[in-house]
């Protein structure tokens, strides 16, 4: 595990920051009106109070959201500058000339552009509030104003069981991707964020997907800090950014409560992994599994394994 006597191992985890928990979509996977704290954008002081202690740090912020879209945020472009690497996730609606114009004005190296789907009638359960036309239309108009810039771009889809018959090569196809080096086609298996139960959109899955308590270190916009990138309400924080800082949060008593509770498999004290754990049933998509197991692998054998297995680091 990511820990040793005096807290959280700081350089081996990854760092989410929300820098707002407001979404103009409805996601047939996401909690979003089922959330137990406001909509709103993490305060700018916030957002360089944590940009300052992990430069002191020396750690790196892997993406800038959680729940919410990203490009919400008014002050996107100077977050990103903030932190040198940082990946964002966008559903692309909002993805206009200007707004991209901006955005590849600024340091970003990787943006995630989450599609699910070529097929407008299962879009609109994926990515509910979104119009498929116009996101592939931003999606279009993004790959040529990136064209020679020095950024990824990943045309996400996700695989479900209304999608499985979709290929990677339809992507490519659908956006003429030999023109644009700078993109590629990533898939992601589809996990309902609120619930482990089967839905039209994945399985019943049971366990933890992330094979240890310790991978992430996720800041909401509120300033609450989870151990996991499910548990979107901080149900199991382990301190507040506004307040503490992450030396302090690493060092948080939850971390026993955390410990105990895998050690003796009892989760009454935890209600975010109870509920990824009621489904003994069930299990985790093959590739999950896969790439949980190798998460203990040096990364020589891991990272050619991730690019086989088409995972999103």
Not at 11 to 17: D, F, S
Not at 278 to 306: E, G, H
């Amino acid at each position: 595990m990511s820990r040793d006597r005096h807290g959280l191992r700081l350089r081996t985890l990854k760092y989410n920051l929300e820098l707002t928990s407001r979404c103009n979509f409805r996601c047939g996977m996401c909690p979003m009106d089922d959330i137990q704290r406001p909509y709103e954008d993490a305060p700018w002081w916030m957002v360089e109070k944590v940009a300052g202690e992990m430069k002191e740090l020396g750690l790196s912020m892997r993406y800038l959201h959680e729940l919410g879209e990203p490009l919400l945020y008014k002050r996107l472009a100077e977050a990103i500058d903030l932190f040198p690497g940082v990946c964002v996730s966008t559903n692309a609606s909002l993805l206009t000339p200007e707004k991209s114009k901006e955005i590849l004005d600024s340091s970003l190296t990787r943006i995630i552009l989450s599609l699910d789907t070529l097929l407008p009638e299962v879009y609109a359960v994926s990515r509910k509030g979104g119009k498929f036309e116009q996101v592939a239309e931003n999606i279009r108009g993004f790959l040529e104003l990136s064209k020679g810039k020095k950024i990824r771009v990943e045309i996400q889809r996700m695989l479900t069981p209304l999608t499985q018959h979709e290929k990677n090569r339809d992507f490519e196809d659908f956006f003429g991707l030999s023109k644009y080096p700078q993109a590629r086609i990533t898939q992601k298996t589809c996990e309902g964020l609120d619930t482990s139960e089967v839905t039209e959109l994945h399985q019943a899955y049971y366990g933890c997907f992330q094979g240890t308590p310790y991978q992430w270190f996720v800041i909401l916009a509120s300033g609450e800090v989870s151990h996991c990138c499910y548990d979107y309400d901080a149900t199991q924080s382990l301190g507040n950014v506004k307040t503490q800082s992450i030396r302090e949060i690493a060092a948080s008593p939850m971390l026993d409560v955390i410990e105990d509770g895998f050690n003796r498999h009892d989760f009454s004290k935890l209600p975010r992994c109870a509920e990824c754990f009621k489904n003994p049933a069930a299990a985790p998509p093959v590739t999950d599994r896969v790439w949980m197991l190798a998460q203990r692998l040096p990364s020589y054998i891991k990272d050619p394994l991730r690019r086989f297995l088409n995972v999103a680091k």
